[in-house]
């Protein structure tokens, strides 16, 4: 059962706007980097909009200026707000909640990360 579910994903003309959501459903660790990423049809996973664990953001070049992804305080929910979608921007777009972990000092007391995937939800973007 996934922890992380994403929303929001449609099919809708270039030009228009849509907005995504995800909420984290699993543990909530201290410290945790959360963002969007997307994968289109014959293409690797890219990175779209990421908010750091020091909680700096992050956005793909393709995106700057028309995404804006935040964060519901008090609630583990991220958004994506994408404006003057176009036609490449269609892929499936997905969630990850990657929290930050340190081990215990008798196995090295070296951090290490804990990737937390939503199963993503498809944005169509038509001409």
């Known amino acids: 059962q996934a922890r992380v579910v994403e929303s929001g994903g449609g099919l809708v003309q270039a030009g228009e706007s849509l907005n995504l959501s995800c909420t984290n459903f699993?543990?909530?660790?201290?410290?945790?980097?959360r963002g969007w990423y997307r994968q289109a049809p014959g293409k690797q996973r890219e990175s779209v909009a990421v908010?750091?664990?020091?909680?700096?953001?992050r956005y793909a070049d393709a995106v700057k200026g028309r995404f804006t992804v935040s964060k519901d305080p008090g609630k583990e929910t991220l958004f994506l707000e994408m404006k003057n979608l176009q036609v490449e921007d269609t892929a499936v777009y997905y969630c990850?909640?990657?929290?930050?972990?340190?081990?215990?000092?008798?196995?090295?007391?070296?951090?290490?990360?804990?990737?937390?995937w939503g199963e993503g939800t498809e944005v169509t973007v038509s001409s």
């Open positions: 908010i750091g664990v020091g909680r700096d953001i």
């Open positions: 990850n909640f990657q929290a930050l972990e340190r081990r215990s000092l008798s196995e090295g007391g070296t951090f290490y990360t804990i990737d937390n």
């Open positions: 699993g543990e909530v660790f201290s410290m945790e980097s």
